[in-house]
């Protein structure tokens, strides 16, 4: 059989569970908890086929008790073991953040570094389908500002897999954040583009390494997650009306931040828009465009960010639509970018 | 009569003895540089104090049955518990005072102690230990070890959700974990009786399907036989056990609280009914030798000197440290 080189098409959310499979196979102290991972192999899919496959030793559905089986994983990382937690919305880190930012987070540092904490912390964002504002929050910069976590988000199945397969083998506590309109679950709706070729076997898509998703050399356009398709798009059409070529940087590492790729980005287009759907103020966004003024980059036009405003986000379409950060909008900040003058 | 043998019960005294010099030896350095005026952020040993003094039988009588490869989780009261899961002491009380040679280099401090060489850790926020000991006993038994884990709370703790979350799951999981509260009576000012539902908290093992097992008097003995059943138990496989224990808190919450929220008289009665003279005498009166005895206060006292002169003549952290250890190195892959 010729397989070496097929395309496989794949969702984040296989090849998340794809990942997740390949490590359970290949260390068995790799195991999953988390409400409904087991027999509904996860609301969002994505850990599909690992009770059939690896049983009620290694995946565990557990009571709706966040910080009770977070802070067990943080003992069972202690101990050596590389458990995946699930936690199934991001908004519900109100339950848990004492497990999460006070013990996984501080156990290498408190412990001078005797005792580790090798453990995946994966956890659903976004909204844009109208599940209101304790179902569709980013939170990125929440996370990112703790320091002693790695935050990371995959745009596309390609870097779900990779990132998954190097947060489970990071010896560090990591965040791994999948965006819900990105997933490949029949009933939330996809973004095409984050359906990719997913190649078979092991590969790591390095943590703290952002990617070009798209070379170019007049503009920089920043994204993470969801936005990094909204930037695409934004640049595929400069590309056709404009003649404008845009670069496309997805972050894909929130924490610690690659901001050399952005940098080094930026130094060659000179123009900047940064577009994250996470709230504005003290935001991922802002970091970005603080690092670039600091590095004392001259560009040519003032910077500029889209974010979703400091509101609570809101259900109704007509609301939500009107101030999640989209395509269009990225098109506009470039265009005006593009026009204007430092 | 308890059922304890000597050597037991020897180690027991001389790690209660060894505790509580500990303590007497934290306050004076403690009061350094916070005198006449405190100031907590002054003198060798910033930051809050918790002293352990009074509740030293809860520490001795869980611990005694204990090995290296079982885990203790302790509290942002930890001195007692870390000196009886044999935390070396050394490093310990230089982790106190910020040294270089601290047990985390002096990242923690004296609420966040970490030895993983005895699996022995604690966390300042309350019932928070609990999570991560369910964690290191289901990983026992997930390797098919028969090493368990102990979770030390206050009574405070017990009106926590993390309390009921790792009880519930703890007991779903079948989890080889020993629960102990140390009910001094006081979450810092507020009495346990004027905010919590239940009179014992062993009570509330029931809603959990576990044992739950009241120790009234701060005895050794006694804290001693019930820990032994239940360890047993967890080592067996059967599962997680709550034990209460009334011990008491013979300091203030924190050095420097005024107390002024205990009754009249309340600090004295507790005072006289000190668990470590009580036990010397009950030792004495069971036929132990008095020159045995003392042979165990020299050792407390001189492992404590030479802690104290280690951790004072070790060097200040370089500050660029600070920044070391937020991440720990791959080692494998």
């Known amino acids: 059989m010729n397989t070496a080189t097929a395309i496989r098409k794949q969702t984040i959310a296989k090849a998340m569970s794809e990942a997740l499979a390949s490590e359970m196979e290949r260390d068995p102290g790799v195991v999953v ?172 898509v390095p943590i703290g390494k952002a990617g070009v998703a798209r070379e170019g050399t007049d503009i920089t356009l920043v994204g993470l997650g969801i936005t990094v398709h909204h930037c695409l798009a934004a640049a595929d059409a400069l590309s056709r009306e404009d003649g404008v070529e845009a670069e496309v940087i997805d972050i894909r590492t929130i924490a610690p931040l690659d901001r050399e790729t952005i940098l080094a980005s930026v130094r060659k287009t000179g123009r900047v828009v940064v577009v994250d759907d996470d709230y504005l103020s003290c935001g991922l966004a802002g970091e970005v465009i603080a690092s670039i003024a600091e590095a004392g980059i001259p560009l040519a036009s003032p910077p500029q960010r889209i974010s979703h405003p400091d509101i609570p986000i809101p259900f109704s379409p007509a609301l939500e639509h009107a101030v999640l950060p989209n395509a269009e909008m990225t098109l506009a900040a470039a265009r005006q970018s593009i026009g204007e003058r430092a | ?204 093992a029931a809603a959990y399907a576990m044992p739950g097992i009241h120790i009234a008097g701060n005895d050794p003995d006694a804290i001693y036989d019930a820990a032994g059943e239940a360890i047993a138990r967890a080592r067996r496989g059967e599962g997680p056990s709550l034990i209460e224990i009334e011990t008491s808190r013979l300091e203030g919450h924190f050095m420097g609280d005024q107390e002024a929220y205990r009754p009249e008289g309340e600090k004295d009665r507790l005072k006289a009914m000190d668990p470590i003279p009580r036990y010397r005498e009950r030792l004495l009166a069971d036929g132990i030798d008095a020159a045995e005895l003392d042979a165990c206060e020299k050792h407390a006292q001189q492992a404590v000197e030479t802690a104290f002169a280690f951790a004072r003549g070790s060097a200040l952290p370089d500050p660029a440290s600070a920044f070391t250890s937020v991440f720990v190195e791959r080692t494998t892959a």
Request: hydrophobic share 40%.
């Open chain 2, 1 to 204: 009569m308890s059922k304890t043998n000597q050597p037991h019960r020897l180690w027991m005294y001389e790690n209660m003895v060894k505790s509580r010099a500990f303590e007497d030896a934290i306050k004076p350095a403690y009061l350094e540089g916070k005198t006449p005026r405190f100031n907590m952020a002054r003198g060798p040993i910033p930051g809050e104090m918790h002293l352990s003094d009074g509740q030293e039988p809860c520490a001795v009588g869980v611990c005694a049955h204990l090995r290296e490869s079982d885990t203790v989780t302790a509290t942002h009261r930890p001195h007692h518990a870390a000196i009886a899961k044999g935390v070396d002491l050394d490093r310990m009380a230089a982790e106190i005072f910020g040294r270089d040679t601290g047990l985390s280099g002096g990242r923690g401090g004296h609420m966040h102690l970490f030895d993983a060489s005895v699996n022995f850790a604690c966390s300042g926020i309350i019932a928070q230990g609990m999570g991560p000991a369910l964690g290191a006993a289901m990983a026992a038994k997930l390797r098919g070890s028969d090493a368990v884990a102990v979770a030390y709370i206050g009574e405070g703790a017990a009106n926590q959700g993390a309390f009921h979350e790792v009880m519930n799951l703890a007991s779903v999981w079948g989890a080889p974990l020993v629960i102990v509260i140390e009910d001094n009576g006081y979450g810092v000012s507020v009495s346990k009786a004027s905010c919590t539902a239940v009179s014992r908290n062993a009570d509330r």
């Open chain 1, 33 to 204: 908890l988390g409400e409904d991972i087991g027999k509904l192999g996860g609301v969002f899919g994505n850990t599909g086929g690992l009770l059939e496959r690896f049983g009620t030793e290694r995946v565990f559905d557990t009571p709706i008790s966040e910080t009770g089986f977070i802070g067990a994983a943080v003992g069972m990382a202690g101990a050596g073991m590389r458990p995946v937690v699930e936690l199934m919305f991001v908004d519900f880190f109100g339950v848990c953040m004492d497990a999460i930012y006070n013990l996984a987070a501080k156990q290498a540092y408190f412990s001078g570094g005797q005792v580790s904490c090798p453990m995946v912390l994966m956890t659903s964002v976004g909204g844009g389908y109208g599940d209101a504002g304790q179902h569709s929050q980013c939170l990125y910069a929440t996370f990112g500002h703790l320091p002693g976590m790695k935050v990371v988000i995959p745009s596309n199945a390609h870097d779900a897999k990779g990132l998954m397969l190097a947060a489970i083998r990071d010896e560090n506590p990591v965040v791994f954040m999948f965006h819900k309109a990105l997933q490949g679950m029949g009933w939330l709706g996809t973004v095409a583009g984050s359906i990719t070729d997913v190649p078979d076997g092991e590969y790591e």
